[in-house]
C-alpha cells in the first residue's frame, strides 16, 4: 500500500467528500509553506519517521533542542528566564507541522494565535519577574472533541464538527494556569476505536507507519512520539489515553473518573452516564504526569463543574513502606503476543530482584464478565444514534464503528432494562473490590492491550484497558524500553486459544509486521488512588531501568 493510500481518510457519499475535502484543505492551508517537506519524502517515506523532522533541515539546531525536552523541564527552563513561551510554542508548532504530512495527526493549526497567547504571556514575566500560574508558557496540544474558541472541534463524525465559540472546563483552567494552545489532533470515527482514521486522515505510529498510533487520542500519540508536542491532553473512556500511549512509547494516565474537568466536550451521547470518561494527560516522561494533575486538580475543578468530585492528587512516599505489585501476565480472555509477554517476564524479574518491592502473581477476576458489561454499556440505544449520524451525513461507517455498535454486545434497552445492566455493572464492581483486597496488593503491573501497536483496522479488544474503565480504577502507561524483534519475539509453539478473541489475535500475529513497535506496560491501582499509580510506577520504571 501506497503512503497516500495508508494515510487517507473515511470516504462517503458526494455531498461528503466535497465538506471532508474542504476541511481538509483549510487544515493545509494552515500549515506555512516553509514547513512543508519535500515531496520526496513523502511520496515513499520508511516505516519509521520519528528521525525526519531532525534531518529534513526545517528545523534549528535551538529548535531541536526544545522539542527534545518534556513539559516539566520546559516549565522550569521559562521559569527562571532560560527559555521564552514564544520559543517553546513556535518550535513545537513548526515540529508539530513536520509531524502531521507524515502521520495525519492534526485536525486543527493554529500557531499565530499560540504566538500571540505566548507573547503575552513573557511579557507579563518580564514585568512581574514571575510566572502566572505552574504551566506558564507550556505549549499542550489538545484532542479534537474538547472546544477551544476559534477552533476547529469534532465529536466523533463530521457532522458534529464545528467551529467552537467558547471553550470547555478544562481549557479554561489550562489557559488560567498559564498553557499555551497551538494545535487540535485528530481522533476515529465515533471517537469509540483504539485506532483513529477520520474524515481528516489515518493516524500512523511513527514507529512503524504500518501499525497504528491507537486511539481514541491517536493523534495526540502520533505527536507526541513525533515530539511536535511535549504533553497533549487526551480522554479516555475504554482505553483511549492508555492504548494510544503505549502504542506510540509515550506516557499516559487516565485519572478516576469526573476528578478531571470533562464538561462540555463534543460529544453524541449526552447524559449516557452507564461509564464515565476521563481527560488525562499524554506526555514524555512520568513526571509530567504529575505536574499536569497537581495543577489541574490544584485549581480545584470541583467550584466550577458540579459533577466533578473534590479529590485532591495525594502522592505517597514510597520510602516508608514495601510496595506490593502484583503482576498480571494476562486477563483470561486473550494472551499477549510475545513482545509483551516477554516485558512482562522481564518487569517481574527486575522486581523480584530489588528490596523495594514485593511481587506477586495477580490472577484476574472474570475479565471476560466485565468485558461483556461494558460493552453493553457503551451503546445502550443499540447503535441508533451512531447508524443515525452517519446516515444523515452520508459519512461510510468505519468497519471498527461496525464492530462495536453490533451484536452480540449492543442492544437497545428500555428503561427497566437499563436499570437492570447498571444493577449487574453494581454487582461486579463489588465482586471485584472483593477480589482485589483478597489478592493483597497496592498495584498491578498489567498489559495496556493484547501486543504492541496492532495493525490498521485489526484492534478488536480493548480488554487490558476497559475492564480498568467499568472499575473505574486509575491506570498510567509507561515504555519498557523494549521494543518488538522479529528476532526473539516468537511463538515456539502456536499456543491454544482461551477465547473467540483470543483465536482472533494469535491470527494477527507475524513478527516481522511488528518490527520496532514499543513495548509499553500499565500500573494501576483502586478507585481514587491516582497518586499511588504516579508513586508506584516512579519506583517500578526506576528499577527497571536500573
Not at 517553546?88 to 508539530?96: E, I, L, N, P, Q
Not at 482514521?197 to 487520542?217: Q, Y
Not at 452517519?390 to 462495536?404: A, I, K, R
Request: proline share 7%; glycine share 8%.
Amino acid at each position: 500500500m501506497s503512503f497516500k493510500e495508508k494515510i487517507k481518510g473515511i470516504g462517503g457519499s458526494a455531498s461528503y467528500e466535497a465538506k471532508a475535502r474542504a476541511l481538509r484543505e483549510q487544515l493545509e492551508a494552515k500549515i506555512p509553506a516553509g514547513l512543508k517537506l519535500p515531496p520526496a519524502i513523502l511520496e515513499d517515506p520508511p516505516l519509521d519517521i520519528t528521525h525526519i523532522p531532525e534531518i529534513c533541515g526545517l528545523l534549528t539546531v535551538q529548535e531541536l533542542d526544545i522539542t527534545g525536552l518534556d513539559a516539566t523541564a520546559v516549565c522550569q527552563k521559562i521559569a527562571v528566564g532560560e527559555l521564552t513561551a514564544v520559543e517553546a510554542v513556535t518550535a513545537f508548532g513548526k515540529r508539530a507541522a513536520i509531524a502531521h504530512q507524515l502521520t495525519a495527526c492534526l485536525t486543527d493549526f493554529f500557531l499565530d494565535e499560540g504566538i500571540k497567547q505566548a507573547q503575552q504571556l513573557d511579557e507579563y514575566f518580564q514585568k512581574e519577574g514571575k510566572v502566572i500560574g505552574p504551566l506558564h508558557g507550556l505549549p499542550i496540544s489538545i484532542k479534537s472533541h474538547y472546544p477551544l474558541k476559534g477552533t476547529v472541534g469534532c465529536g466523533g463524525f463530521l457532522m458534529n464538527t464545528e467551529t467552537s465559540t467558547e471553550d470547555c472546563d478544562m481549557i479554561s483552567i489550562l489557559r488560567s494556569l498559564g498553557a499555551v494552545f497551538y494545535v487540535k489532533t485528530n481522533q476515529p470515527q465515533s471517537v469509540m476505536h483504539l485506532e483513529s482514521k477520520s474524515s481528516c486522515g489515518r493516524v500512523l505510529n511513527p514507529h512503524n507507519t504500518n501499525l497504528t498510533a491507537g486511539g481514541s487520542s491517536g493523534g495526540e500519540s502520533a505527536l507526541i512520539a513525533m515530539k511536535g508536542s511535549c504533553i497533549g491532553l487526551g480522554t479516555d473512556i475504554g482505553g483511549s489515553i492508555r492504548c494510544p500511549s503505549a502504542h506510540c512509547g509515550i506516557y499516559g494516565i487516565r485519572p478516576s473518573s469526573r476528578t478531571t474537568p470533562i464538561r462540555g466536550l463534543l460529544w453524541y451521547q449526552h447524559g449516557q452516564d452507564g461509564v464515565f470518561a476521563s481527560s488525562g494527560p499524554m506526555c514524555r516522561s512520568g513526571r509530567d504526569m504529575r505536574l499536569f494533575l497537581e495543577a489541574v486538580l490544584g485549581a480545584n475543578p470541583s467550584l466550577r463543574d458540579p459533577d466533578a468530585l473534590p479529590i485532591p492528587l495525594k502522592v505517597p512516599d514510597l520510602t516508608q513502606k514495601k510496595l506490593r505489585v502484583g503482576i498480571m501476565m494476562h486477563d483470561g480472555v486473550v494472551m499477549p503476543h510475545p513482545p509483551t509477554i516477554r516485558a512482562l517476564n522481564l518487569v517481574k524479574e527486575k522486581l523480584e530482584a530489588s528490596s523495594e518491592v514485593e511481587v506477586v502473581d495477580y490472577i484476574p477476576y472474570d475479565h471476560d464478565r466485565g468485558y461483556s458489561l461494558i460493552r453493553e454499556l457503551y451503546y445502550e440505544d443499540g447503535g441508533a444514534t451512531v447508524r443515525r449520524l452517519l446516515e444523515e451525513s452520508g459519512e461510510d461507517m468505519h468497519p471498527l464503528t461496525e464492530w462495536v455498535i453490533s451484536p452480540p454486545h449492543v442492544k437497545n434497552h428500555d428503561a427497566a432494562q437499563i436499570w437492570k445492566l447498571r444493577d449487574q455493572r453494581d454487582d461486579y464492581r463489588r465482586e471485584y473490590s472483593d477480589h482485589w483486597w483478597s489478592q493483597n496488593v497496592d498495584v498491578v503491573v498489567c498489559p495496556p492491550f493484547q501486543g504492541t501497536a496492532s495493525r490498521h483496522d485489526t484492534a478488536r479488544y480493548w480488554g487490558y484497558t476497559t475492564i480498568w474503565n467499568l472499575l473505574d480504577y486509575p491506570g498510567a502507561i509507561f515504555p519498557t524500553g523494549l521494543v518488538a524483534d522479529p528476532a526473539v519475539d516468537i511463538y515456539q509453539e502456536l499456543p491454544i486459544p482461551m477465547s473467540a478473541a483470543d483465536e482472533y489475535n494469535i491470527s494477527l500475529y507475524d513478527p516481522a509486521i511488528f518490527k520496532g513497535a514499543p513495548v509499553s506496560l500499565q500500573t494501576v491501582s483502586r478507585r481514587f488512588n491516582d497518586g499511588l499509580v504516579l508513586a508506584a510506577q516512579d519506583v517500578i520504571e526506576r528499577i527497571i531501568q536500573s
